[in-house]
Every structure is written in C-alpha cells, then in structure tokens.
C-alpha cells in the first residue's frame, strides 16, 4: 500500500526537478553539474594546497609538537631563495658556482635539455611510425612500450645499468674517460643519467601525442603537394609541420610541468643528495620534520612552473592558434 | 650524387627504424640479461648473461608476495581510474559544451593545480587520511594503510590531465548532435546521457587507458600513503623496494621484479595502442 503512495509522488518530484533543470539558463546548469566536482577538487586538492600555504608562512617547529611554529610572514620565502637554508636543504636554492648541485639550476636543465631531445626524438619516432609498413604495428607497440614503464621500474634499470662492475656500460664509458668510475655518485654524471633515463621514457610519450596529431592530417593534402611538384621536404615543412606544430607544443607544455617537477625517478637512480631538484628539496625536507621550509619550497616550484607555463603560452599563444 | 631519391629515403627509414627500436628495447634487454645471470656471477656481466638461471623468476616470488603488491597496485589503479572518469567526465562536458562567466578562471585553477609538486598535497592530506583532522569536532577517518589513503591523492594528482583531454573532446562534437536530441523532446540530461556521452566513448577510453597507466607507475603517494607491507595495500614500488633494501642488493631478483611488474601495463599498451592513438586523433589534443 505504502508503495503506491510514494511511487506517483516521487515520480512526480522527479518530474518537477528535470523541468526545473530545463528552465535554468546556460550558466546556472554548468554550475549545477560543476558542484560535484567542485567538491571532490576542494576537498583532495585546494583544501590542501591552501593549507600548505598557510605553513609556509610558519617557522618550522624544531622543538614543539605541533607541525609548525610561529607565523613569519615571507620570512622562508626570502632566506630560501637567498641561500640562507643550504644548510636545511642539504643544497643551495641557486649558486652559480656549483651548479650541479643547486637546486634551481639542476631542476633547469633537467627540464630544458631532457625536454627538448623528447620533442626531438619523439617526432622522428612519430614520423618513422606514420608510415604503412609491415610489422607496423608491432613497432609502434615496442616504440610506445617506455609510456608503460613505472618510475621506480625506469629507475631500476638506469640503477642496474650504471651501477659499476655489474655491466658491460660503466667500464668502457669510464677508461675513455666519459664518466667517472661511479658516476651514480657523481653531480653531472648521475644529472646525465637520469636525464637520459628520462629522455627513453618520455620519448614514448611524446611520440604517442605526436603520432595522434599526424593521424589527424588530411591524406589529400599530401596528393596535393605532390601535384605541386614538392619534395619529400619541402612536404614535411609545408604540410607536416605547421599542421602538427600545435600538438607538438600542447606536449611540450605537459612534459616541461611533469619534467620540473621530476623526484621519483631521481630518487630510484641515483639519490636527491647527488641530483638536486627541487622537488627532492620538498621531500628531504619534509622528511626531517622542517614543515615550515618544505611547504615554501613546494610553492615556490609551483610558482616558477607557473611562470615558466605562462611565458610559453603568451609565448607561442600564435603559433598555436594558427 | 644520389641516384634514385626514392630508395635513399627508404634505407634511411630503415635505419631510423631499425635505430629507435634497439635504443627503445635495449633496457628492456638488459634487465633480462642481468636477471637470467646466477647471483654468483653478477660482475662484468657482457652482452649475454652470465651463466643462465630462469629460476630467479620463480624465486623472486618465494622471497616476497610480489603478485600481491602488483594486485594491489592493479586494484589501486581501477579504482582511482573509476574515480578520475567520472568527475573528468562531468568537469569536460561542462567546460567542453557551455560558454559561462567563470569558465576560463575555473579552467585555469584546474591548470594551477597541476603545477604544484605532489609534495605541496602531502601534509594536510597526511593528516586528513590518518584521522588526525577535527572537522566540527568530527575527526576525519583514519584511512592510512587502506585504499582510500591513496586513491584520493592519486584522483587529485591526474584529474587536471583527464579533464584537459575530455574537455576537448567534447568541445568537438556538433553543436547540432545536442540540440536534435532537445528538439526530439529529450531533457538536457537525457542529452547528456543518450547523444553526449556514447559519443565520447573514445576520449573516455584514452582518457581512462592514461589514468591507469600514470596510477599504476605513480611513484610518490604510492611510496608514503602506506607501511610497505603487501597487507597494506602497498602497490608495486613497494613490492620492487624489497629486493633491494630488505635482502641487500639482489641485482638479479631487482632485474626480474621489474621484468614481471610491468606486465599489467604493457599487457595494457599491447591491446589498447590502437585505441590510445585513434582517441587522441578524434579530440583531445586538437584546437
């Protein structure tokens, strides 16, 4: 009995709510349906964010309990990119002199060189992969195999590649006096290594977007330059590239985020005490209990990001659109 | 002088082939080299193993339940993909399909939020997933050691990326597709559910694929949000961590752990390749 009266106005509240949602205007519908999200978002990412913000304007709590001491204001932001807590750090913030062990320069040219040789070879793989050949698609399988690989797996086999006296790499790389004979302790040699660990990984991922945005090229336009009389060259500069050029950038983007925020991997090659990026900073930190300091230093990476991000978009904002 | 530029071009292609393909698998080559070579004989290790020992394979699991690790870490993944789709889903469509005030500040606290190092997420969740936050005077549950201490940092670490690609995929489907559905008398959220997203099934599928793949090999959170013990809910690194801190350094256990913890997601990448590449190329990444 209980049913029947409940079913008709159920339905009927259901009903009023659907033609309430249709009477709402764009805006308030995208909210409607953005609240949920917003929530989850709030909840696992701003509360946090905003909450690591307010430490940063704290003295680390060296003797309390508590997880931070008294409100200093910027105070950590301006001795960190002063130099005044290389000793807190293990490393300077940013020091010409020794630049492989700075944290700022070393987080740069991480990004900077490991970045451009993805794009590099990531497009060539992409290019190579293009085309109809056979066993094609095996190829693009094992190209693209490096995507799959976990970080602490990549991070094995630079480990066990570069580790001395197990393999057949360090030897003969050291007696032409390429690197030294440990060059997992080494500043530049262990900043090369994960660098180029770096590159055979992300390489897959840059090939993968790349290829996506080849695909997407109309067929005919080629028939048509090759109407025109263009070379295999002139082809690729014409066509090819103008039209890819977007894509390419679009991952470039991702990749120069992901690349200035490397820690994992540096972790599992070598050790955050020889290769110094910043976001090592934030965890050896975190991980002596200065939370005031490791909360300043995760801002300030995501500050250079930003600007970093934002100086590409204005940038190549052009380019991109086009 | 080159006489026929046409097969030039083909050796070169080979070549380039050919060159990418070894310096790809070379590592992967390695890591068998070294995990077929007898303990023993893990010095100088040349070209090709050192003696040959298919055993470590079998003994890698008698020393620590690594297929647990790898369960956990599969379990993890889904769990977290699930998670991402369905606010992915949502945010895309919104940012995707509306022209609102606000829509470019939202998408751009989006963008901010990947800036940030995985670190600057960890204190306060850390202390929200222990239960060590009072909320109204309700403590937070202590979700440390269970999943749910992972897959929340794990959703808010890869969500900006599946709502970047889904919102340009739905930007992509005609305008026309959504209004027939209205005019034919569907709602606005029969529209959603019967034209919208049917049609986004690729870019959820890419989307997803992604997702996966980035939990299962996430590094960081998967490292701190739990004790390291299989019980626990600890994912793969934990379980590849036991060979080299527990035992000492057991190179060729270390080898053959990578060999076999990479298999779900390179099981992944073999079946869904096509799939990736054919979503990114309908949506995505197009302007």
């Known amino acids: 009995m209980s049913q029947e009266s409940t079913t008709p106005s159920k339905y009927a509240i259901h009903k009023r709510l659907l033609y309430r949602i249709e009477l709402l205007n764009d805006t308030q519908f995208a909210y409607l349906l953005l609240i949920p999200s917003a929530l989850v978002i709030a ?9 690591t913000f307010e430490m940063s304007l ?39 002199s020794q630049p492989f062990k700075s944290a700022l320069i070393v987080t740069f040219i991480f990004t900077l060189v490991s970045v451009t040789f993805e794009t590099l ?35 094995m086999i630079f480990y066990l590649m570069f580790q001395p006296d197990i393999g057949f790499i360090v030897d003969p790389l050291s007696n032409m006096g390429l690197i030294s004979s440990t060059p997992l302790a080494n500043n530049f040699d262990a900043t090369v290594i994960v660098i180029v660990s770096d590159v055979w990984k992300t390489s897959a991922f840059m090939a993968l ?13 080629y028939d048509v330059a090759k109407v025109a009389g263009a070379t295999r060259w002139q082809q690729f500069k014409r066509v090819t590239l103008p039209l890819v050029l977007p894509v390419v950038l679009i991952a470039m983007l991702f990749r120069t985020v992901l690349a200035m925020r490397v820690f994992g991997l540096i972790e599992t090659v070598s050790s955050c005490n020889t290769v110094p990026s910043l976001s090592c900073m934030v965890v050896s930190t975190f991980s002596n209990g200065l939370y005031g300091t490791s909360a300043t230093i995760a801002f300030i990476t995501a500050a250079i990001i930003a600007v970093v991000v934002g100086g590409y978009i204005l940038k190549y904002r052009e380019s991109a659109v086009a | 002088m080159i006489r026929n530029p046409e097969s030039t071009y083909r050796i070169l292609f080979y070549f380039a082939t050919g060159g990418f393909l070894i310096a790809t698998l070379f590592p992967f080559y390695y890591l068998a080299v070294i995990a077929l070579t007898p303990r023993g004989n893990l010095y100088d290790v ?53 022209e609102f005030r606000g829509r470019i500040p939202l998408m751009l606290i989006v963008l901010a939020i990947s800036y940030f190092p995985p670190a600057a997420f960890l204190i306060p969740l850390f ?33 900006p990326l599946s709502i970047f690609i889904l919102t340009t995929f739905f930007s992509q489907i005609p ?55 299989a019980d626990s809910w600890a994912p793969l690194v934990w379980g590849i961590l036991q060979y080299q801190t527990q035992y000492g350094e057991l190179y060729n256990y270390m080898a053959a752990s990578a060999l076999v913890g990479m298999i779900p997601v390179a099981m992944l990448v073999l079946f869904a390749q096509r799939h990736i590449i054919s979503g990114l190329t309908q949506g995505a990444l197009k302007e």
Request: zero cysteines; a negative charge.
């Open chain 2, 175 to 229: 305008d026309g597709l959504e209004d027939a559905a209205r005019v034919e008398g569907s709602t606005r959220l029969g529209a959603l559910y019967r034209v919208i997203m049917p049609l986004s099934a690729p870019g959820l599928a890419t989307a997803g694929v992604l997702t996966f793949i980035f939990t299962y090999n996430e590094f960081f959170f998967s490292f701190l949000m739990t004790d390291g013990s």
């Open chain 2, 46 to 98: 040349g070209v090709t193993p050192n003696g040959f020992n298919p055993g470590a394979f079998i003994e890698i699991f008698q020393i620590a339940p690594l297929h647990h690790f790898i369960f956990n870490g599969v379990v993890l993944a889904l769990l977290t993909t699930a998670i991402v789709l369905v606010i992915a889903s949502i945010t895309g469509y919104v940012f995707g399909r509306f």
């Open chain 1, 121 to 155: 070879i990531g497009f060539g793989q992409a290019l190579v992969l293009n085309k109809d050949f056979r066993g094609q698609r095996w190829a693009r399988t094992a190209i693209i195999l490096p995507l799959a690989v976990p970080i602490v797996i990549q991070g």
């Open chain 1, 58 to 96: 704290h003295a680390d709590a060296l003797l309390s309990s508590d997880l931070t001491g008294a409100f200093v204001g910027i105070e950590n932001y301006v001795e960190i990119v002063t130099n005044e807590r290389s000793a807190q750090m293990g490393s300077p913030f940013f020091d010409m």
């Open chain 1, 209 to 221: 977007l790349i290829l996506a945005g080849l695909q997407s090229i109309d067929r005919r336009l």
């Open chain 2, 127 to 159: 202390e929200m997933l222990t239960g060590n936050l009072t909320v109204f005077g309700l403590s937070s549950p202590d979700l440390f050691n269970t999943p749910g201490a992972m897959v929340m940092p794990f959703s808010a670490l890869f969500l």
């Open chain 1, 43 to 51: 909840v696992i990412a701003i509360w946090p964010l905003i909450r």
